[in-house]
């Protein structure tokens, strides 16, 4: 699960960069807790498994393989046009 919440924060870090500064601090406020109503985390747990996982490199490769798998699925389904 850890990736597919590492690849939905990467896709909200990717709003935010692309919608300019005034709109950052407003984002920045409501994208994770967004994160933890969907995975039904509790306070701060997906800021803790993080840290953990940073702390032991070979399970993080596995989370981030994970999370680029996804980020690759869900760039097939948009359409090219929309890619550009």
Aim: glycine residues 2%; proline residues 4%.
């Amino acid at each position: 699960m850890m990736g597919r919440i590492i690849a939905d924060a990467l896709l909200i870090e990717n709003k935010v960069a692309s919608s300019g500064m005034k709109q950052y601090n407003q984002l920045l406020l409501t994208s994770y807790p967004i994160l933890d109503e969907k995975y039904h985390l509790k306070d701060s747990q997906s800021y803790h498994s993080y840290r953990y996982y940073v702390q032991q490199p070979e399970k993080l490769d596995r989370i981030i393989k994970i999370a680029l798998d996804t980020l690759n699925m869900l760039a097939k389904q948009v359409p090219e046009e929309i890619q550009k």
